[in-house]
């Protein structure tokens, strides 16, 4: 059977094979938050032509059924098709972002007071040539010039079936590469080599993929390069993803796709540079645990079933022979550890990108996402947690939720008078839905202007026609357009709720196990690029950050990448990620009887115990 689209493409369809499955068979990928299952209602498709089988609306509203809108990942084609794809379902994950460099890389690496050295060190090495009174084997003959010089190493298999055939080409004077952190040799190279000499830092985000081009002489950010992570082609969340790679057996799937957008983002830079591939000698890697495993396309099976276990926290340095990625076969690979199933190395980053593990003050670290890590602690002790807010600050399980792209509603504000909205929208054009720092800003004002209650349900009496009876119950009008309202419906308000009580709530938690209180938190960092658009005050009167002087607060921006690229330059930030690793005291809260406690506690706007929000009551004149 074929399907035609209204620009001429068509492309064949199997019986019994979804509309999804045929898409994504042709490189043609929707939203779909929840991996095909049918509940985000996200991979909307409107079927022009043709006969359809459909086994489930799921949140299509009536309207949009009646307009021939189906679910591509539960319409089935009974013949030939004629659809449309609606530009907001259309997941176009190879689009560049843009990527903050708020702060100078290179200066935070000089303030650790750490040199500069890469995961490749060298060693000029000059042997006497074999004679038949000393006629020992070529590898043993290395061995004994490097014991003179107090150099222990390992010996790969790759390097020594090379080892013969270059110790002559270069007349037995040479350049050793090997390893330092695990004493391992690498490559045998000429003399005085003069090739210029590059590092990849990497940060694999469960939403975004992040690649800075390093000079490994100074310490030079090269350039930047950004897409949007492929795996979510699969499911927006770690959890589906999981589910996707071990019952799907979709493990190389999505292994595939995370080193294709790094590979496709590292092309073009070196190609831009005039970098040859082989001057690329190294590659750090920062992700949560999850992203790490599918990277090396280990088994994530255990990270979701109790006691909640990974295959591995500290990660052996591998090469990228091993991994996919196409620069130097022979280059190292160093992942930043991980702390336990869900704090991963992109949290470690965080920690030493903010030197909070340096200093007395009590700080908070939070790194606001799908998973909603969370780091309490200072010089002498860490403790960290995880608190699953959900995708619904990216778009997932919101009607008219979305990404931060083009097309976004960024901010709200709402007359308290006359109940009318004021949007903002990224790239100033015509909203197609609203991003999660939309969402903060829209329930805020929602809650101030009298819209919801505390509990966050909406208000139906009152004087505006932007309150209505929607397909999920009452809903808020945003945005209106001819052809698709968007609006915040109750159930988008109470997933939006229970993700913002999630958060608190593990923050709450972490305070009462080391016995501090909120007011004792003297600096608190919000990481990750969602966190750079939030409005602290908005968040803070929504209940979702602690309610403690707003200079407190500290925007880092991707404090993931930050990390990945202090380690990729120096063997002491490398060290230093280690013992963060090491420090750090994980709780697991699905397993705290408390933590349901502490989070129907903060299912209200902001809390039920007003007194942990002094200055929002104040606001609120209670």
Same mark, same amino acid.
């Given at each position: 059977?074929?399907?035609?689209?209204?620009?001429? $493409?068509?492309?064949?369809?199997?019986?019994? =094979?979804?509309?999804?499955?045929?898409?994504? *068979? %042709? %490189?043609?990928?929707?939203? +779909?938050? /929840?991996?095909? $299952?049918? !509940?985000?209602? $996200?991979?909307?498709?409107?079927?022009?032509?043709?006969?359809?089988?459909?086994?489930?609306?799921? $949140?299509?509203?009536? !309207? =949009?059924?009646?307009?021939?809108?189906?679910?591509? /990942?539960?319409?089935?084609?009974?013949?030939?098709?004629?659809?449309?794809?609606?530009?907001? @379902?259309?997941?176009?994950?190879?689009?560049?972002?843009?990527?903050?460099?708020?702060?100078?890389?290179?200066?935070?690496?000089?303030?650790?007071?750490?040199?500069?050295?890469?995961?490749? #060190?060298?060693?000029?090495?000059?042997?006497?040539?074999?004679?038949?009174?000393?006629?020992?084997?070529?590898?043993?003959?290395?061995?004994?010039?490097?014991? =003179?010089?107090?150099?222990?190493?390992?010996?790969?298999?790759?390097?020594?079936?090379?080892?013969?055939?270059?110790?002559?080409?270069?007349?037995?004077?040479?350049?050793?590469?090997?390893?330092?952190?695990?004493?391992?040799?690498?490559?045998?190279?000429?003399?005085?080599?003069?090739?210029?000499?590059?590092?990849?830092?990497?940060?694999?985000?469960?939403?975004?993929?992040?690649?800075?081009?390093?000079?490994?002489?100074?310490?030079?950010?090269?350039?930047?390069?950004?897409?949007?992570?492929?795996?979510?082609?699969?499911?927006?969340?770690?959890?589906? *993803?999981?589910?996707?790679?071990?019952?799907?057996?979709?493990?190389?799937?999505?292994?595939?796709?995370?080193?294709?957008?790094?590979?496709?983002?590292?092309?073009?830079?070196?190609?831009?540079?005039?970098?040859?591939?082989?001057?690329?000698?190294?590659?750090?890697?920062?992700?949560?645990?999850?992203?790490?495993?599918?990277?090396?396309?280990?088994?994530?099976?255990?990270?979701?079933? =109790?006691?909640?276990?990974?295959? @591995?926290?500290?990660?052996?340095?591998?090469?990228?022979?091993?991994?996919?990625?196409?620069?130097?076969?022979?280059?190292?690979?160093?992942?930043?550890?991980?702390?336990?199933?869900?704090?991963?190395?992109?949290?470690?980053?965080?920690?030493?990108?903010?030197?909070?593990?340096?200093?007395?003050?009590?700080?908070?670290?939070?790194?606001?996402?799908?998973?909603?890590?969370?780091?309490?602690?200072?010089?002498?002790?860490?403790?960290?947690?995880?608190?699953?807010?959900?995708?619904?600050?990216?778009?997932?399980?919101?009607?008219?939720?979305?990404?931060?792209?083009?097309? @976004?509603?960024?901010?709200?504000?709402?007359?308290?008078?006359?109940?009318?909205?004021?949007?903002?929208?990224?790239?100033?054009?015509?909203?197609?839905?609203?991003?999660? #720092?939309?969402?903060?800003?829209?329930?805020?004002?929602?809650?101030?202007?009298?819209?919801?209650?505390?509990?966050?349900?909406?208000?139906?009496?009152?004087?505006?026609?932007?309150?209505?009876?929607?397909?999920?119950?009452?809903?808020?009008?945003?945005?209106?357009?001819?052809?698709?309202?968007?609006?915040?419906?109750?159930?988008?308000?109470?997933?939006?709720?229970?993700?913002?009580?999630?958060?608190?709530?593990?923050?709450?938690?972490?305070?009462?196990?080391?016995?501090?209180?909120?007011?004792?938190?003297?600096?608190?960092?919000? +990481?990750?690029?969602?966190?750079?658009?939030?409005?602290?005050?908005?968040?803070?009167?929504?209940?979702?950050?602690?309610?403690?002087?707003?200079?407190?607060?500290?925007?880092?921006?991707?404090?993931?990448?930050?990390?990945?690229?202090?380690?990729?330059?120096?063997?002491?930030?490398?060290?230093?990620?280690?013992?963060? +690793?090491?420090?750090?005291?994980?709780?697991?809260? #699905?397993?705290?009887? #408390?933590?349901?406690?502490?989070?129907?506690?903060?299912?209200?706007?902001?809390?039920?115990?007003?007194?942990?929000?002094?200055?929002?009551?104040?606001?609120?004149?209670?």
């Amino acid at each position: 059977m074929k399907v035609t689209f209204p620009d001429g $493409k068509v492309i064949d369809i199997a019986e019994g =094979e979804s509309l999804y499955e045929a898409f994504k *068979r %042709n %490189n043609i990928y929707l939203t +779909a938050s /929840c991996g095909g $299952k049918g !509940t985000c209602g $996200k991979c909307r498709v409107k079927v022009l032509d043709g006969e359809i089988r459909v086994e489930n609306y799921g $949140k299509l509203s009536q !309207t =949009e059924r009646d307009e021939g809108i189906v679910l591509a /990942c539960q319409s089935y084609a009974e013949g030939d098709l004629s659809v449309e794809i609606p530009m907001e @379902a259309l997941l176009t994950v190879g689009d560049k972002i843009a990527v903050s460099r708020s702060r100078d890389l290179f200066e935070l690496l000089k303030s650790y007071k750490a040199e500069i050295s890469p995961l490749i #060190s060298r060693v000029r090495v000059q042997l006497p040539p074999p004679t038949l009174d000393d006629n020992i084997s070529d590898l043993e003959r290395l061995k004994r010039a490097l014991d =003179e010089i107090g150099l222990t190493l390992s010996y790969p298999k790759e390097f020594v079936s090379t080892m013969a055939d270059k110790l002559r080409r270069y007349n037995w004077d040479f350049t050793l590469c090997y390893q330092k952190d695990s004493m391992e040799a690498i490559s045998i190279e000429p003399p005085e080599a003069e090739d210029s000499r590059y590092g990849i830092a990497v940060d694999i985000g469960t939403t975004t993929v992040v690649v800075y081009l390093v000079d490994l002489s100074d310490g030079r950010v090269v350039d930047v390069g950004s897409t949007y992570n492929s795996q979510m082609r699969y499911g927006d969340d770690v959890i589906t *993803r999981i589910v996707h790679a071990t019952e799907g057996k979709g493990l190389p799937d999505l292994r595939k796709a995370v080193v294709t957008d790094i590979n496709d983002l590292i092309v073009p830079m070196t190609e831009k540079h005039s970098i040859r591939p082989s001057e690329i000698e190294s590659i750090v890697v920062s992700g949560n645990t999850t992203m790490t495993h599918l990277f090396w396309g280990l088994n994530p099976a255990y990270i979701r079933e =109790e006691p909640y276990i990974p295959t @591995a926290n500290l990660f052996p340095v591998w090469k990228a022979y091993d991994s996919g990625i196409k620069i130097r076969r022979d280059a190292p690979v160093y992942s930043v550890p991980c702390v336990a199933s869900y704090v991963g190395g992109d949290i470690v980053s965080g920690v030493i990108a903010t030197k909070m593990h340096t200093k007395e003050e009590i700080a908070l670290f939070m790194d606001i996402g799908t998973n909603g890590e969370i780091v309490i602690g200072n010089r002498d002790w860490l403790m960290t947690a995880a608190c699953s807010a959900g995708p619904c600050f990216e778009g997932g399980g919101i009607k008219n939720g979305m990404r931060a792209t083009n097309g @976004a509603i960024e901010s709200v504000k709402i007359d308290r008078e006359t109940l009318e909205p004021e949007i903002k929208v990224i790239g100033e054009g015509q909203p197609v839905g609203i991003c999660g #720092s939309g969402m903060i800003d829209a329930i805020t004002e929602m809650f101030l202007s009298g819209i919801i209650d505390q509990k966050g349900r909406i208000v139906a009496d009152l004087n505006t026609d932007r309150i209505r009876e929607g397909e999920d119950g009452l809903e808020y009008v945003v945005y209106r357009d001819s052809g698709r309202d968007i609006v915040l419906t109750q159930v988008d308000i109470e997933n939006l709720i229970r993700a913002k009580a999630a958060i608190y709530a593990g923050v709450s938690l972490l305070l009462k196990e080391v016995g501090f209180s909120l007011d004792m938190i003297e600096r608190v960092y919000i +990481a990750g690029g969602f966190g750079n658009y939030i409005d602290v005050e908005k968040a803070v009167i929504m209940g979702m950050l602690p309610d403690i002087p707003r200079e407190r607060f500290q925007f880092m921006g991707n404090t993931s990448i930050a990390g990945a690229y202090l380690c990729l330059l120096s063997e002491q930030m490398r060290q230093e990620a280690e013992q963060v +690793a090491s420090m750090m005291t994980y709780m697991e809260l #699905s397993v705290k009887g #408390s933590y349901m406690d502490e989070f129907m506690s903060a299912m209200f706007l902001p809390h039920t115990d007003m007194e942990q929000f002094p200055m929002v009551k104040e606001i609120l004149g209670k």
